[in-house]
């Protein structure tokens, strides 16, 4: 079992900056992928950006250029750097783990965090 903790949501300015962090509650160093997604009132929850054991990362298209995932294993934690934020980022933040290798199987973990509410006003 992997407990998740998410902070660092807020209120906002259009252009303005947030980090979130996302601390896990045993080492994250055996989790291949972590995961940020969100979840707009009345959408389905999308993923925003993803990060593996070696450091590569994927974004979604709407925040490409502007958020920035990383992790430090030693803090068991993952962040979600995000600038330049505007009002349709607004969103329940969710941490996840997502899954480890056993070799050359990928196990799916699936853990999720409670969520932190980013909300950027216009």
């Known amino acids: 079992q992997v407990q998740l903790v998410e902070s660092g949501g807020g209120l906002v300015q259009a252009g303005g900056s947030l980090r979130l962090s996302c601390v896990a509650s045993?080492?994250?160093?055996?989790?291949?992928?972590m995961c940020w997604y969100r979840q707009a009132p009345g959408k389905q929850r999308e993923l925003v950006a993803r990060?593996?054991?070696?450091?590569?990362?994927n974004y979604a298209e709407s925040v490409k250029g502007r958020f920035t995932i990383s992790r430090d294993n030693a803090k068991n934690t993952v962040y979600l750097q995000m600038a330049s934020l505007k009002p349709e980022d607004t969103a329940v933040y969710y941490c996840?783990?997502?899954?480890?290798?056993?070799?050359?199987?990928?196990?799916?973990?699936?853990?999720w965090g409670q969520g932190t509410q980013v909300t950027v006003s216009s």
């Open positions: 996840n783990a997502d899954g480890y290798y056993i070799g050359s199987t990928y196990v799916k973990l699936g853990y």
């Open positions: 045993r080492s994250t160093f055996s989790i291949n992928t």
């Open positions: 990060i593996n054991s070696a450091g590569s990362t």
